[in-house]
């Protein structure tokens, strides 16, 4: 039987994280802190001597992820399934300004209950079942008593892990 460990590594920092504006999608680069939180964790991480890394096709976790992978001397394919949850209209905004706009919505989501966020957004259970599925696309690549990483987002890195664990949404 396949003993692989499986690391989710959520990008570094970048602007919309200092602003607190709600990423999901939207394609935001690392900064120079974020650049530098990736290159700090890539050297940390290289000890577990990953054989397989894939990442988010977004640039601020795939950035991340080639950090790990320059070390290692490894490809990180970039896969969509990897992707932040979809956050509809509340990508761009601040939480001040989404707890103005959308209080109600916000405070559902926040209070965990299985909602679109920004009307048009992916529900946790949709972005859980994306992550898994891509998950177990990629682990046929990895070899048995071997480490996978993922560069990912926090978002999906919570549900997938959750999921994973067989804990509810």
Do not use: C
């Not at 990736?38 to 990442?55: E, F, G, V």
């Not at 009307?119 to 996978?148: C, L, W």
């Amino acid at each position: 039987m396949a003993n692989r460990q499986l690391v989710l590594w959520r990008h570094g920092r970048t602007s919309w994280n200092l602003e607190q504006s709600f990423q999901g999608q939207t394609d935001i680069p690392l900064d120079e802190v974020g650049e530098q939180q990736a290159k700090n964790a890539a050297q940390l991480l290289r000890h577990l001597k990953p054989t397989y890394i894939a990442s988010s096709d977004l640039m601020r976790a795939n950035k991340t992820g080639l950090e790990l992978a320059s070390l290692l001397n490894l490809d990180v394919p970039k896969d969509p399934l990897f992707r932040e949850t979809a956050h509809g209209l509340w990508e761009g905004l601040t939480y001040s300004e989404l707890k103005t706009k959308y209080e109600n919505e916000y405070l559902n989501w926040s209070a965990g209950q299985e909602i679109r966020p920004g009307t048009t957004g992916e529900t946790r259970s949709e972005v859980a079942d994306r992550m898994v599925k891509g998950i177990y696309q990629h682990i046929v690549n990895v070899p048995d008593n071997s480490v996978f990483v993922i560069a990912t987002h926090g978002g999906a890195a919570r549900v997938a892990a959750g999921k994973l664990m067989g804990l509810p949404a």
